[in-house]
């Protein structure tokens, strides 16, 4: 009689264990739906700006055809629409439960560093006042103005060392890091962050974003922090600035879905910041048309309000002329799809390059009608630290008095995804 090949149970992987095997060259993501760490190349994914969507669905259907088990395709796209894009269906897949429990993260890195503000912090104000005058002329309700801190060690950075770090720090973060080097770089580049910011998720037939916009830093003691929450969410500036993402987000979601909820703001935190977050979730009409996978469902939203700004095209204008750097992957758009269209994408912030011993951060800032220049340059003062932290850097992120609404560095009682209703 002939035999059967006995089964081979799949191994059982720990959160732990893949955050432990990463290495610079792998793609790790890590959300409360669970981690997922993918190494090699099966095929890269093509398509121009808004088609990449139907680009990787076309390439999950052949490596279906070809055999290969579910298979995923995972990168990042960048901001701007013609920015570079990192998308693949890896070779091998690997994928755990969620990490649980926020555990002392290891010794820091230990490098000294050097600081370069892109642009200067002055200058920087100086900006938000020239989009503000902008916003009172009429030509603009809203843009997002980033900066960039260019960091350089004494040594290589080490990679594993600093995503351990950002994970630990917060293990309910949307944490990743994958290689994005380019023709003629010298070293390995990577991407890596820890997002609080869900851009669109996608299970079955339901849809979730989270989008964030009105934001104060953390304060050191839970009194400070009980008044920054009652100041944010009575902030007639803030709640505007929050009212314009979930909008446009919620509009582009009603193309394509039958039911769609979009509760009232909550506050949500992190452990450096305090934000005004909705959580809306819809039915999808269709969800096996190609443009309801979640890839093609995060092109269709990307850019929202909360990196770029309203009307969209007006903001991007007014982000290229007041940004003296190129944000490159900043503010653009991470995750997984795989072939039934389900998946993650989260927006690109709280995250750096790190390039050989370089490190390039940026972090932004909505404007707005009623936006104060110190206040908001303290804002991105204050965002900064999720990479600072994991870095072992202290201070130097402003001139003098400059941070006065900054608070103290992560010493709240909560982290990334309490809810404050």
């Given at each position: ?12 992987h720990t ?38 969507g ?18 995923v ?15 693949f ?49 009429g ?21 594993p ?15 990743f ?90 506050v ?83 995250s ?70």
């Amino acid at each position: 009689m002939p035999t059967t090949a006995p089964v081979r149970p799949r191994p059982v992987h720990t959160a732990a264990d893949l955050l432990a095997a990463y290495l610079p060259g792998s793609y790790y993501f890590s959300s409360p739906r669970g981690v997922l760490l993918a190494d090699g190349v099966h095929a890269r994914v093509g398509g121009t700006a808004g088609a990449r969507g139907r680009g990787a669905a076309a390439a999950l259907a052949a490596a279906t055809r070809d055999g290969v088990e579910e298979p995923v395709a995972v990168g990042a796209i960048g901001f701007w629409p013609d920015a570079e894009a990192t998308l693949f269906l890896p070779s091998v897949v690997r994928r755990a439960a969620p990490l649980t429990g926020r555990k002392p993260a290891p010794a820091g890195l230990a490098p000294r560093w050097s600081i370069t503000h892109r642009p200067a912090p002055r200058m920087y104000a100086d900006s938000v006042r020239r989009a503000l005058d902008i916003i009172h002329a009429g030509g603009l309700d809203k843009v997002v103005l980033a900066r960039c801190l260019e960091l350089t060690a004494d040594a290589p950075v080490r990679v594993p060392q600093l995503l351990t770090r950002l994970v630990r720090n917060d293990p309910a973060a949307y944490a990743f890091a994958l290689d994005v080097s380019a023709p003629g770089d010298a070293a390995p580049r990577t991407l890596l962050g820890a997002s609080p910011e869900l851009l669109v998720a996608r299970r079955g037939d339901t849809v979730v974003a989270n989008p964030l916009a009105g934001s104060v830093p953390r304060a050191a003691d839970d009194a400070d922090n009980q008044s920054r929450i009652r100041d944010l969410r009575r902030s007639p500036k803030d709640r505007a600035e929050h009212a314009h993402v979930a909008a446009q987000v919620a509009a582009v979601l009603r193309r394509h879905c039958v039911a769609l909820d979009v509760p009232e703001p909550t506050v949500v935190g992190t452990p450096t910041m305090w934000h005004l977050s909705t959580r809306i979730t819809g039915r999808l009409a269709d969800p096996g048309h190609p443009d309801s996978s979640a890839l093609a469902l995060a092109e269709a939203l990307h850019p929202t309000p909360a990196v770029c700004g309203v009307p969209e095209q007006p903001a991007r204008t007014t982000i290229a002329d007041l940004e003296p750097e190129d944000r490159g992957y900043y503010s653009g758009l991470v995750g997984w799809v795989d072939a039934h269209g389900d998946g993650e994408w989260v927006v690109t912030i709280r995250s750096a390059e790190v390039y050989g011993r370089t490190v390039r951060a940026f972090a932004g800032a909505g404007i707005v009608a009623g936006s104060d220049p110190a206040a908001e340059l303290a804002e991105t003062s204050a965002k900064f630290r999720t990479l600072l932290g994991a870095l072992g850097v202290d201070g130097g992120l402003s001139e003098p008095g400059s941070e006065s609404r900054a608070g103290a560095p992560e010493t709240g009682t909560a982290g990334h995804g309490e809810v404050i209703a």
